[in-house]
C-alpha cells in the first residue's frame, strides 16, 4: 500500500543521499592527489617517528615508548591536522572557488567531504605511529618488557581521532576567514599552549583543547610534561589517573563536534549567496 511506497521512497532517497556523499568524497580524495596534502598521510607520522627513536637513543630506548606518544599527541598530531584543514582551503582559494561556484553542487557535502579527508589523514596516520612504535618498542625492549601495553597504545590513539574531531571544522572554518599564517600561529598556540599548560587544570573540560593530554594521563600513564605519572615526578597529583575522565572527554568532544560542524557548515553554505570573497 502506500505507506509501503512512501518507505520503500524514503529509503532510495537515503541510499542516493549516502552516494553522492560517497562520490563527493572521492572527488575529495582526488582532488589532493599528488598534491603536498596526500603527502602529509606519512610526511608527518615520519617525523613523529623519527625525532623519538633519536631522542632515546642516548637512554637504550628506555624511554622511547613515552616520547613516542608524547610527541605526536602534543605536537604532531596537531601539526597534521592543521596543516591538512590549511592545504585543503588553500587549494580552493587558489582555484578563487570558481570550480565549486560554477557547479550545481551541494555545498553541505562539499564540506562533509573536506572534513572527511581531513578525517581520513589523521585516522591512518594514526595508525602508521601505533604501527611504527610497536614495531620499534619492541626492538629497543629486545624481549624484555616495555613500559606501555600494545592495547593501551591502541587505545590511545582511537582517542586521538575522537578527540581531535572538533577542530576539524574549525580550523576549516579559521583558515577560510584568516589565512594560513594566522590560522597556523592560533592553532598551535591552542593545541600546544592551552593543551598542554592547561590539561592537568581542575578546569579541563572547560578547554577542549586539553583533552588528548588530559585523557593520556589514565590511559598512558604519561603527564603532558612526558614524565611518567608516578608520585615522584613533578605535577603529578592524587586523581591524575583517574579513568572517569576518558567518557567526560569523548562526550564533550563530540557535541563540539556536533556543534561546530553544523555551525561551519551552515556558514559555507551561506558562501553561495553572499560571494567567495565575503
Not at 248 to 275: N, P
Request: aromatic share 14%.
Amino acid at each position: 500500500g502506500r505507506p509501503g511506497t512512501t518507505f520503500y521512497r524514503s529509503s532510495e532517497e537515503e541510499q542516493e543521499e549516502s552516494d553522492m556523499l560517497k562520490a563527493y568524497i572521492k572527488a575529495e580524495n582526488l582532488k589532493h592527489t599528488h598534491t603536498v596534502t596526500a603527502k602529509l598521510f606519512w610526511l608527518v607520522p615520519l617525523f613523529a617517528i623519527v625525532i623519538p627513536v633519536f631522542l632515546s637513543i642516548q637512554n637504550a630506548g628506555y624511554y622511547y615508548q613515552m616520547n613516542q606518544f608524547n610527541w605526536s599527541y602534543t605536537t604532531f598530531y596537531p601539526m597534521l591536522l592543521l596543516l591538512s584543514a590549511a592545504f585543503a582551503v588553500q587549494r580552493e582559494k587558489k582555484l578563487k572557488n570558481r570550480v565549486i561556484s560554477a557547479l550545481p553542487i551541494d555545498l553541505n557535502k562539499v564540506w562533509a567531504a573536506k572534513a572527511a579527508y581531513i578525517l581520513k589523514t589523521l585516522a591512518v596516520s594514526a595508525i602508521i605511529i601505533y604501527a611504527a612504535e610497536e614495531t620499534i618498542s619492541r626492538i629497543f625492549a629486545a624481549g624484555g618488557s616495555r613500559t606501555i601495553s600494545g592495547p593501551a597504545g591502541f587505545e590511545a590513539v582511537l582517542l586521538w581521532i575522537i578527540l581531535i574531531l572538533w577542530q576539524i571544522p574549525l580550523w576549516l572554518f579559521v583558515f577560510h576567514i584568516l589565512g594560513f599564517a594566522a590560522g597556523m600561529i592560533l592553532g598551535l598556540a591552542g593545541n600546544i599552549a592551552l593543551g598542554v599548560l592547561g590539561a592537568l587544570s581542575k578546569w579541563w573540560l572547560l578547554n577542549p583543547f586539553t583533552y588528548i593530554n588530559r585523557l593520556m594521563c589514565p590511559v598512558l600513564k604519561i603527564l603532558p610534561n612526558n614524565l611518567p605519572a608516578v608520585p615522584e615526578s613533578q605535577t603529578y597529583f592524587e586523581g591524575v589517573l583517574n579513568p572517569n575522565v576518558i567518557p567526560r572527554g569523548i562526550v564533550a568532544s563530540l557535541l563540539l563536534f556536533i556543534v561546530l560542524y553544523i555551525l561551519t557548515a551552515k556558514w559555507y553554505q551561506r558562501k553561495e549567496e553572499t560571494g567567495w570573497e565575503n
